[in-house]
């Protein structure tokens, strides 16, 4: 079956370090994946966007890889802040879908000053 | 959230009463959807539409029609609320994919069916 996996247990980290948030995925092959964050009680916020012939993307403090043979993203946000805390949310866009995404069910990441 | 909005906010409903969610958009985008939000099932697609009058199922469509008159308005409709429909729906728009932007969420839309 397919299945996308991100870390159901929170990440709590300290201010200043690099938090790393992991996607995994199973028997899809997605054109493109997605990164966003979302706060309690708001709707997801788009961050980035990596295309599959993309190994990284950076924007300002967040950094993503895509690796299609381990089937895997690794979301990175360096020199975190307190407000960095919230809902990460991976999505894979898959051709076959058409021009929808597919959503993980999140990873928490807490930011203690 | 700019350049789309839902309504309402909150609503309670009772069981076996329809209900209709609305998304309203100015954005001129071509794709609008709709997802509803559970602990721990994360974001499933229930429908989306391509274009004015083109919709399609997503995963979890079973009790839920949906309408595109309009290029701005795209409503979700719960023909017979169910306590199982208890949730979080969420609205999204989006341009082609290829032009590297990600979806633009509403705000959502908190049902409770009692």
């Known amino acids: 079956s397919q299945k996308i996996e991100q870390n159901s247990e929170a990440l709590n980290i300290q201010e200043g370090k690099t938090a790393t948030l992991t996607c995994n995925y199973t028997n899809y092959s997605p054109a493109y994946l997605q990164w966003y964050r979302q706060d309690p009680g708001r709707g997801p916020v788009f961050l980035l966007l990596?295309?599959?012939?993309?190994k990284e993307k950076r924007k300002e403090r967040l950094k993503v890889t895509f690796d299609t043979t381990l089937k895997q993203s690794l979301f990175h946000i360096t020199a975190s802040q307190p407000a960095d805390s919230a809902t990460y949310l991976c999505a894979l866009d898959v051709l076959e879908y058409g021009n929808k995404l597919v959503f993980g069910a999140g990873t928490i990441l807490r930011v203690k000053s | 959230d700019a350049g789309i909005t839902q309504s309402p906010r909150h609503k309670v409903t009772e069981t076996g009463t329809p209900v209709t969610l609305r998304c309203h958009q100015t954005?001129?985008?071509?794709?609008m959807y709709w997802y509803r939000q559970d602990p721990g099932h994360g974001l499933r697609l229930i429908h989306y539409s391509y274009g004015v009058k083109d919709t399609d199922k997503g995963e979890v469509s079973d009790g839920y029609s949906v309408s595109r008159s309009k290029t701005e308005d795209f409503l979700l409709t719960l023909e017979s609320a169910t306590s199982s429909q208890t949730s979080v729906y969420f609205c999204a728009i989006s341009e082609d994919r290829d032009r590297g932007r990600g979806y633009t969420f509403g705000s959502g839309t908190r049902l409770t069916v009692v």
């Open positions: 954005e001129n985008h071509r794709y």
């Open positions: 990596i295309r599959e012939n993309e």
